[in-house]
């Protein structure tokens, strides 16, 4: 599947045969979002192959959010910590 993706990404760069070009394409890509998603499918990945996933299981109610109300009142409720990195710099 990924010779039959590749050999495609390459007929469409053929000088001639279409209207892209690399240029048009790096300037209207935004790259982050594939980079976020390359990235979380790269992680499923690896927790799937290593057995992670398999350990996270019994364990989702520490990863998940409280539902509904009660848990936007719970969340509420808690106090706001300070943000260690959050500093006043002197300006001068």
Do not use: H, Y
């Not at 109300?69 to 409720?77: D, E, K, Q, V």
Request: aromatic share 10%; net charge positive; with cysteine.
């Amino acid at each position: 599947m990924a010779v039959v993706t590749l050999g495609v990404v390459m007929l469409l760069f053929i000088p001639g045969l279409t209207n892209l070009s690399w240029k048009k394409v790096q300037s209207n890509t935004i790259w982050g979002t594939w980079l976020l998603l390359c990235g979380s499918l790269s992680l499923v990945s690896a927790f799937e192959k290593t057995g992670v996933d398999k350990w996270m299981k019994p364990q989702k109610r520490l990863f998940a959010a409280p539902p509904g109300i009660a848990g936007t009142a719970w969340l509420a409720s808690r106090p706001v910590l300070p943000v260690p990195w959050k500093q006043e710099f002197p300006t001068s």
